[in-house]
């Protein structure tokens, strides 16, 4: 390696690494830190009142908030490290669409706190897949990514077994009801045999209404899953509060 290259790879490493800047603002930090002061402090975590059910923040606590009661049958507990807003909204968005892979240790460290911290006791980690165009089109999936990564936290294996059989609208714009029917045998099982009387994390980046995540664990609880859980970066409140 020349001199040049060496000084470069130097440089790059130790005055350009993501490693020294704040992973919200990218202000420069020199602390064993992933945040500036002013960042960490918008931090929206998910430490209040939630539903007991699927996680999200609610003004007080409850079994079954408006958004998943009598809807979220086959997930058996969900849980999320922050509410949807910013600054960490930027950053998934960052991580899903803007390539910054760098984002997701991050989130896999507060993904793997809530997984200990309730006691969820999986055998297999999993995600929500894409399909095979739609993957190659954006280059990876990042909740393949954030699964991976918490894998390798809590010292589970990833389960691979489950595909996104079908294309499907964005589910942006979408209603609760439009999502179901949009997800409608868009995915499906391949490995059965791994599944049965097991336990699964599924790992996804944000809950909105919780339609892909259910659509999933049902195919897993059809192919005789004994419970599924779900993990997210983020979760959207019930739009009523509660």
Not at 185 to 209: P, Y
Not at 217 to 226: F, I, P
Request: with cysteine; charged share 30%.
């Amino acid at each position: 390696m020349s001199l040049v290259l060496a000084i470069k790879k130097f440089l790059s490493r130790y005055f350009f690494s993501n490693d020294w800047r704040c992973l919200s603002c990218g202000k420069e930090i020199f602390k064993d830190q992933k945040f500036c002061e002013s960042c960490y402090k918008e931090l929206p975590f998910n430490d209040g009142p939630i539903c007991n059910h699927c996680g999200r923040k609610v003004v007080a606590f409850e079994n079954y908030c408006s958004t998943c009661k009598e809807n979220m049958l086959s997930i058996d507990m969900g849980r999320s490290a922050f509410s949807y807003q910013e600054p960490i909204s930027s950053m998934i968005k960052r991580l899903k669409y803007g390539n910054q892979r760098y984002i997701a240790e991050y989130f896999s460290e507060r993904l793997a706190f809530i997984y200990l911290k309730n006691n969820m006791d999986a055998d297999y980690i999993t995600y929500v897949p894409m399909t095979k165009k739609a993957e190659r089109k954006r280059g990876y999936n990042q909740s393949q990514i954030l699964a991976s990564g918490l894998s390798k936290k809590v010292n589970l294996p990833v389960f691979d077994g489950i595909e996104k059989v079908k294309e499907t609208k964005r589910q942006a714009s979408l209603t609760r009801k439009e999502r179901l029917l949009n997800l409608e045998k868009a995915f499906s099982v391949t490995d059965r045999k791994s599944v049965k009387g097991k336990k699964f994390v599924i790992v996804d980046d944000v809950t909105t209404t919780g339609a892909t995540a259910e659509t999933v664990a049902k195919r897993l609880k059809k192919a005789g899953a004994e419970k599924v859980f779900l993990i997210t970066v983020a979760s959207l409140p019930p739009k009523d509060k509660y």
